[in-house]
Every structure is written in structure tokens, then in C-alpha cells.
T-cell receptor, first 111, second 116 residues
Framework: GIQVEQSPPDLILQEGANSTLRCNFSDSVNNLQWFHQNPWGQLINLFYIPSGTKQNGRLSATTVATERYSLLYISSSQTTDSGVYFCAVAGSGAGSYQLTFGKGTKLSVIP | GAVVSQHPSRVICKSGTSVKIECRSLDFQATTMFWYRQFPKKSLMLMATSNEGSKATYEQGVEKDKFLINHASLTLSTLTVTSAHPEDSSFYIC????????????FGSGTRLTVV
């Protein structure tokens, strides 16, 4: 099956700093999503971005499908950004529509 | 946007009993839903694909007799953990997709199961 690698595994930021999270995947995809898991376990869908660039407030994401990676940018980080960020993909092969998750990046934003 | 409702959010049960978790798609129909399991400080692992009107498809290593899945309607899938044991304690989360929207999969709020 498709492999998903996220980096870095852990990240500590001072409030106000910017960061870039990376997701590499091993095969062509027809679905890529970035999620933020809050302390209560809820997975918040940040972006549906199988290709291209999107922005939502302080967050933006870019997926370069031909090079098999995606980046999540967080600008002017806030303590509420803390949590685990997951990248999840679905391959483009037949019957491969279910999401495979990376191991996540644990972000801690300190005041 | 699409909303997936999952209940209960937290349940504690005794060893040997069964627990049922519900996953509902609100305002959209889902012929397919997915069930994931997450261990503490770990990623989400797909357990099974729930198919409306037919048998679920289980991932390798997941006991289908332990984790019973029923998808009897286009808006409801249930996961029953049968004869639960402490090692079944985990966070279970479901997902579905509203194909009318270009937003990908939506996840329920999850169920934290503790077996004592």
C-alpha cells in the first residue's frame, strides 16, 4: 500500500513563529488531506488538497503531486495551534479510496 | 460542510461485555464509511470499510468476530466491540465522505473506550 511520511515528528515553536510541516507519499494520489487533532481527539479537516495551493487564514498548503509531497505552512503560530497534525492520502489505484495516515507532527506552541 | 456524528464519545465497560458505537452521516448519504483505531500517541489505523447493504471489509489482522460492523442504512454504521477485554481499550473514530462537496473525508468526534 501507499506509504506516508511526515516530518518533523515533533516541533516546538515560540508563539508568533512560522513553521512548515512536510508530507511525502510513495505513489500517485487522488486525495490528500491535512488534519489537526485537538487534545480531545477531534480530527479537524484543514485542507483537501490533492494538488495545488490553498490558503485559509494563517494556514496554507501546497501539494506537488508530480514530486509526491505536500507542505503545510503555519504562520504567526498561536498556542491554540498546538496538537498533532496528520497528513492522510488515498492512492489513485482501483479500490484504494480509503485514507492512509502518516504518523503525524506534534506541534507545541509556547507563549 | 459535511458532518459526521459519533456516539458515545466516551464509554467504560466491564470485561466480557459488548459495546456498540454509532456513526451517522448528517445531511448526506454515505454508502461507505470507515472505522479507524488510534492507540495513545499513535496514528490512525484503518480497521474496516463499512458498506451499506453488504458485508464490511476488514483490514489484515482485524478480527471480524470481535469487531462487528453493521451498515443497515445510508446514514448509519455501527461498530460493536464484542466480549471486550482491556486490550480493546482505545480511541475509535469513523469517517465518511459527502461526494457533493470537494472537501474530502469528514471524521466523527471519536469514542474513547475503556474496558475494566
Amino acid at each position: 500500500g501507499i506509504q506516508v511520511e511526515q516530518s518533523p515528528p515533533d516541533l516546538i515553536l515560540q508563539e508568533g513563529a512560522n513553521s512548515t510541516l512536510r508530507c511525502n507519499f510513495s505513489d500517485s494520489v487522488n486525495n490528500l488531506q491535512w488534519f489537526h487533532q485537538n487534545p480531545w481527539g477531534q480530527l479537524i479537516n484543514l485542507f483537501y488538497i490533492p494538488s495545488g495551493t490553498k490558503q485559509n487564514g494563517r494556514l496554507s498548503a501546497t501539494t506537488v503531486a508530480t514530486e509526491r509531497y505536500s507542505l503545510l505552512y503555519i504562520s504567526s503560530s498561536q498556542t491554540t495551534d498546538s496538537g498533532v497534525y496528520f497528513c492522510a492520502v488515498a492512492g489513485s489505484g482501483a479500490g484504494s479510496y480509503q485514507l492512509t495516515f502518516g504518523k503525524g507532527t506534534k506541534l507545541s506552541v509556547i507563549p | 460542510g459535511a458532518v459526521v456524528s459519533q456516539h458515545p464519545s466516551r464509554v467504560i465497560c466491564k470485561s466480557g461485555t459488548s459495546v456498540k458505537i454509532e456513526c451517522r452521516s448528517l445531511d448526506f448519504q454515505a454508502t461507505t464509511m470507515f472505522w479507524y483505531r488510534q492507540f495513545p500517541k499513535k496514528s490512525l489505523m484503518l480497521m474496516a470499510t463499512s458498506n451499506e447493504g453488504s458485508k464490511a471489509t476488514y483490514e489484515q489482522g482485524v478480527e471480524k468476530d470481535k469487531f462487528l460492523i453493521n451498515h443497515a442504512s445510508l446514514t448509519l454504521s455501527t461498530l460493536t466491540v464484542t466480549s471486550a477485554h482491556p486490550e480493546d481499550s482505545s480511541f475509535y473514530i469513523c469517517s465518511a465522505r459527502d461526494y457533493r462537496e470537494s472537501s474530502g473525508y469528514t471524521f466523527g468526534s471519536g469514542t474513547r473506550l475503556t474496558v475494566v
